[in-house]
């Protein structure tokens, strides 16, 4: 299952040609030893990367295999961490440095305690079940903000088939009391989601939309959203999914599908300008910063993982 058919050979060359840059900026992000790494291969569909720095570990969700898998940075290795994982998907860590995961099968957002044990922080809104929630960041506050569109109800491959009770959805709970409050129902499949550096700004996916984009709203001072926007508006065939942010506040997102030369990373300026690409052999879903100074990007990209060291820090939080 971990072995990976796809041949694959690490650049000799520094800097490594996979970096293509649109912006003269993007040639400042990497490092000029840095290159893009295989860590693993053999997966059905890789996403919601997660680096865990107190044990050196990188785990992932590998969806149609049902299972979240784990990377040991130290003997390279690859192992299950759950399996069955109710389909999860999207993976962050709370600030108490507990895994939160989305589920497709469950419908929920759960967190992993200590001891093992699960807690459902999530599984229905005013009385009706959620679709299947996708992916999942936390706030400095402690309230985790979920996507949900309907994506693992449509077949037996990432979930199983039912009927959705509710709209596409981005929902909030609250750190302090779990309250499940509503952001916004009017997108059109809502997917990744991230928040700015200093946290005024959230960035969500517009995944369904024809073609597809990146919205941008301002936090309210209430933990609400408002003054809705278009950050990034991509081209047909562009298929952003899931992304993380820089202490410079760029957007670093998993991005291809439409043709080869599309795959892999796309980074945007926080307002909107492509500032470069990361080439890879396939699409990359998902990304997050990790290393002990939050400057080794980690990409999960259909089949397989890949890392590179970098010369910029992901924003905490990630």
């Known amino acids: 299952m971990f072995d990976n058919e796809t041949p694959w050979a690490p650049s000799q060359r520094y800097p490594d040609p996979r970096f293509r840059a649109f912006e003269p900026v993007f040639h400042g992000f990497r490092a000029m030893n840095g290159t893009v790494e295989k860590l693993a291969g053999g997966c059905r569909w890789a996403e919601g990367p997660v680096w865990l720095g107190d044990q050196r570990a990188l785990l992932w969700s590998d969806i149609p295999n049902n ?11 690859v192992t299950p961490f759950r399996r069955p994982a109710n389909f999860a998907n999207g993976n962050t860590r709370d600030r108490q440095g507990r895994l939160v995961t989305c589920e497709h099968l ?5 967190r992993t305690e200590y001891d093992g044990g699960i807690t459902v922080l ?15 960041v936390v706030r400095s506050d402690g309230s985790i903000w979920f996507t949900d569109p309907s994506f693992g109800l449509g077949g037996y491959i ?40 200093d946290e005024k700004t959230l960035y969500i996916v517009e995944s369904r939309a024809e073609p597809r984009r990146i919205l941008a709203f301002d936090v ?29 506040g760029n957007l670093w997102c998993g991005w291809g599908m439409g043709s080869a030369e599309l795959d892999g990373v796309r ?29 080794r990007l980690f990409m999960a990209a259909s089949r397989s993982i890949y890392s590179v060291l970098l010369n910029v820090q992901g924003a905490p939080g990630g």
């Not at 469950?106 to 759960?110: C, N, Q, S, Y």
């Not at 952001?183 to 997917?191: A, I, K, S, Y």
């Not at 492509?274 to 400057?295: K, M, Q, S």
Request: proline share 6%.
């Open 122 to 136: 999530a599984d229905r809104y005013q009385g009706r079940r959620l679709n299947s929630p996708n992916d999942v």
């Open 220 to 248: 309210t001072a209430e933990g609400g959203i408002a003054n809705r926007r278009v950050a990034v508006q991509c081209a047909p065939g562009e298929t952003p999914d899931g992304f993380r942010l820089d202490t410079q």
């Open 106 to 110: 469950g419908r929920r957002v759960t």
């Open 158 to 197: 990432e979930g199983e088939k039912a009927e959705a009770e509710l709209p596409h959805g981005v929902y909030r709970i609250d750190g302090q009391s779990g309250a499940v409050t509503l952001l916004t129902d009017e997108m059109e499949g809502p997917n990744g989601l991230a928040f700015s550096p």
């Open 267 to 295: 980074v945007f300026s926080p307002g909107g300008t492509a500032l470069g690409h990361i080439d890879l052999p396939e699409r990359c879903a998902n990304v997050c910063f990790g290393g002990r100074h939050r400057n």
């Open 67 to 77: 299972c979240i898998l784990r990377w040991d940075e130290e003997t390279g290795q």
